[in-house]
């Protein structure tokens, strides 16, 4: 094999040889600087170029000096499966969509960092509305950044003395032109979505900009509502046949939506979310109350997909079985919720819990109860839901200049907050023959559908597979003279496995979890403010309190930490 093909080799092993060569380099002596090719040696030219060699292009770096800046805000969208989360981070295994982000507003020369390689959004004044977590997606993200402009810079008052030295005539008409035409901030300016789309990766995408954000905006402390979606089948995984049970519980695998949309509706309202969120200690929070303007259960009417031995009976609740082939499955729902803002991990944690009480493992009370800190002043030890499902669908940002006397902007009569950022969608700054070009094969929607197309067809053939398979296993299982919907007697072996459920969490199957233990009988974790004094005396300070006053004494600081 070829040692020089690092096609084949590992991440691990491509380092340790960069780690080699660097090292190689250090130990060689420094090189001698070239001459210049002007300058002779004992009075005889440097030799020419060998023919047919050139001379490596030089990429000439704009001059931001040049370029009038702007303050902009903008709207994005992602697929985060295959991302480490948004926020930028060094050491992470996986592309961040921040870093994404850098690579294509540098390459573009939107922003001038002294070091390309080096990520500081410090430089342009940016902001963003939502840290999402690795494999979070985001549908309405939103970021505040300065950025480069095409609008001219002022003539500078001893330049144009120059000009009018040399020909004021020429200056006039040049000044006569310009008032007759002057800059406009939307059709004459840079497009940005269009710029950064060609850069960026086809699962991230710029869906709109905002050419003039409110004074003082901040894409995270002027957000008023935050939406968020989380996804999920119905069943949530692939049932088993059974013939029911004497209490009515649906096979495993099927949810009861019900109880899940009556457990949902609990949330809505302020509530205290420290038993439903993970405490950093770190971040010493002492306030744990949200709001939360709307929480449910939605179901996706065009999502349902046809795997016709799902509805057969054994594999399917009593009444849908008995409903014959007419409806589809499995379908497909997302936990609806709108807030002003979100602990950290509070959306996963809200979801499992709706799990349980889905799996009827826990009654809808049990959100409740989980609110109430005084029957529950430690966290339950029950794991979070899986982290793809999840979207961060939208961010809103209502009139952020209210009246001197009127404090903060409330939801509307009907519990909503209206956005009134005025948004640019992507291709909707050019002219009509150009918007139409979305849809043309270079595209913004043409991209998109690549990237759909190509899950679509990893859905259709596993969908395909998966009902051959079920359906060779029916014709297998009646090979001995029964029939899968039979009631058999389990052996003794297996009374056992009898008592075991499988957990669902949100992932692409159930988890075997053994005999389900009640939220009220698991262990508690320390209350949030024991965990804090914990930490703080690890740090060398007498408690929370001793170190928080510490830590921000003069600041004004506002504590949030969004999912």
Same mark, same amino acid.
């Given at each position: 094999m070829d040692p020089t093909n690092y096609n084949s080799w590992t991440k691990l092993g491509l380092v340790k040889r960069v780690h080699q060569l660097e090292a190689e380099l250090q130990r060689r002596p420094p090189a001698l600087e070239p001459e210049p090719e002007a300058q002779q040696h004992d009075g005889v030219e440097a030799a020419a170029p060998t023919p047919g060699t050139t001379k490596p292009k030089v990429k000439r770096k704009m001059d931001p000096t040049k370029y009038s800046t702007r303050f902009i805000a903008l709207k994005l969208a992602y697929l985060g499966k295959n991302y480490g989360g948004f926020e930028f981070q060094a050491m992470c295994k996986q592309p961040t969509i921040e870093e994404e982000l850098w690579n294509a507003l540098t390459k573009a020369c939107l922003i001038f960092p002294e070091d390309e390689k080096i990520v500081d959004f410090n430089i342009c004044e940016y902001s963003k509305c939502g840290r999402t977590d690795r494999g979070v997606s985001a549908f309405g993200q939103v970021i505040g950044i300065r950025v480069r402009s095409n609008k001219p810079l002022p003539r500078e008052p001893r330049q144009r003395v120059e000009e009018d030295e040399m020909g004021g005539q020429a200056e006039q008409e040049q000044e006569a032109a310009a008032k007759e035409k002057p800059f406009d901030p939307i059709a004459d300016e840079i497009p940005y979505p269009m710029l950064l789309n060609r850069l960026l990766p086809p699962d991230i995408r710029i869906l709109a900009w905002c050419p003039?954000?409110?004074?003082?905006?901040?894409?995270?402390?002027?957000? @008023?509502? #935050?939406?968020? @979606?989380? =996804? =999920? !089948?119905?069943?949530?995984?692939?049932?088993?046949?059974?013939?029911?049970?004497?209490?009515g519980a649906p096979p495993s695998g099927w949810l009861d939506i019900d109880a899940m949309r009556d457990a949902a509706k609990r949330f809505e309202g302020e509530q205290d979310f420290r038993n439903l969120c993970k405490v950093d200690p770190a971040k010493l929070i002492t306030n744990w109350k949200r709001t939360i303007f709307e929480s449910d259960i939605v179901e996706v009417e065009e999502g349902a997909t046809a795997l016709p031995y799902i509805t057969a009976a054994g594999f399917s609740p009593a009444d849908l079985a008995a409903a014959g082939s007419g409806r589809s499955f499995p379908k497909v729902y997302y936990f609806h919720v709108r807030g002003s803002a979100f602990l950290w991990h509070q959306i996963r944690h809200m979801v499992a819990v709706l799990f349980l009480v889905g799996q009827r493992l826990e009654r809808p009370e049990v959100v409740s109860e989980l609110l109430d800190v005084e029957k529950?002043?430690?966290?339950?030890?029950?794991?979070?839901?899986?982290?793809?499902?999840?979207?961060?669908?939208?961010?809103?940002?209502?009139?952020?200049?209210?009246?001197?006397?009127?404090?903060?902007?409330?939801?509307?009569?009907?519990?909503?907050?209206?956005?009134?950022?005025?948004?640019?969608?992507?291709?909707?700054?050019?002219?009509? @023959?150009?918007?139409?070009?979305?849809?043309?094969?270079?595209?913004?929607?043409d991209g998109m559908w690549k990237v759909w197309r190509g899950h679509k067809m990893d859905e259709l053939l596993s969908g395909r597979l998966l009902q051959l398979m079920a359906e060779q296993a029916a014709?297998?299982?009646?090979?001995?003279? !029964?029939? #899968?919907h039979e009631e058999k007697q389990l052996p003794p072996s297996n009374k056992k496995a009898a008592l075991s459920v499988r957990l669902y969490e949100g992932g692409n199957t159930g988890r075997p979890a053994g005999k389900y233990v009640p939220m009220e009988k698991k262990d508690k974790l320390e209350s949030p403010d024991e965990l804090n004094d914990k930490y703080a005396r690890r740090k060398g300070f007498v408690d929370a309190a001793d170190m928080r006053a510490r830590r921000y004494e003069g600041k004004d600081v506002v504590m949030q930490d969004d999912e």
């Open positions: 003039s954000p409110p004074p003082d905006f901040s894409a995270r402390f002027s957000c @008023r509502e #935050r939406q968020y @979606r989380y =996804f =999920f !089948t119905q069943p949530a995984f692939s049932p088993e046949p059974s013939a029911g049970s004497s209490d529950y002043p430690g966290k339950p030890g029950y794991p979070m839901a899986d982290e793809v499902p999840l979207v961060l669908w939208d961010c809103v940002f209502p009139d952020l200049i209210p009246a001197a006397d009127a404090g903060e902007v409330p939801p509307s009569a009907n519990n909503k907050h209206v956005d009134s950022m005025q948004w640019i969608r992507a291709g909707a700054e050019t002219s009509s @023959r150009m918007r139409a070009g979305q849809f043309g094969p270079f595209g913004a929607l014709e297998s299982e009646g090979e001995d003279g !029964t029939t #899968r």
